[in-house]
Nanobody
């Protein structure tokens, strides 16, 4: 299974970035796809997730600024980030969860993409 991320970079505070992640190679359906982030010296945290049925969960710290979406084929997840703040600086990881045999969840991770917001 491959998760290919794109869209990170350097942006000034108040700016926008769009992260995209395309997943391929799984024989199982993905039940959820989303984004996590990890800042230096901090634990990895959930940013936003979208489930197969379309429901979402978004961290309070980014609500109203970030929006997650998924393409109709179900293999690309997009995170639109607006109103970026320096505290959003982190490595952002794409995550996908599939249900394997006996419905055991299988988690897949991307390699991470750096987002840096300058003040």
């Amino acid at each position: 299974v491959r998760l290919v991320e794109s869209g990170g970079g350097l942006v000034q505070a108040g700016g926008s970035l769009t992260l995209s992640c395309t997943v391929s190679g799984s024989i199982f359906e993905f039940t959820a796809m989303g984004w996590y982030r990890q800042a230096p010296g901090k634990e990895r945290e959930l940013v936003s997730v979208i489930r197969h049925g379309g429901s979402t969960n978004t961290a309070d710290s980014v609500k109203g600024r970030f929006a997650i979406s998924r393409d109709s084929a179900g293999n690309t997840v997009i995170l639109q980030m607006n109103g970026l703040k320096p505290e959003d600086t982190a490595v952002y990881f794409c995550h996908a969860r599939a249900l394997g045999l006996l419905e055991i969840p299988i988690d897949y991770w991307g390699q991470g993409t750096q987002v840096t917001v300058s003040s």
